[in-house]
């Protein structure tokens, strides 16, 4: 465990304990929600390559043009 983890536990650990229980919620809630995301993003690699490649042969092609983000 790093320094500022134990830290960020320790000063934790001095809070009522149902800010304990919120705080403790949330983080497991948001360890989950960033291996969901991990895990969709690594199951998606191989699309996400294809479109990749498929928008470098556009661009390779003069199939595609610069963005002017003041005419979005």
């Keep these: 465990m790093t320094e500022l983890l134990e830290k960020a ?4 650990a ?3 304990e149902r800010d304990q229980e919120a705080l403790a919620s949330w983080i497991l809630h ?3 929600s960033e291996r969901h995301w ?6 998606s690699e191989h699309a996400l ?3 990749s490649d498929e928008a470098l ?4 092609e003069g199939r ?3 963005l002017d983000p003041d005419k979005l």
């Design 9 to 12: 536990f320790t000063e934790a």
């Design 14 to 16: 001095k809070l009522p």
């Design 30 to 32: 948001e360890l989950d």
């Design 38 to 43: 991990a895990d969709t993003f690594a199951a």
């Design 49 to 51: 390559n294809g479109l």
């Design 57 to 60: 042969a556009q661009h390779r």
């Design 64 to 66: 595609t043009r610069e």
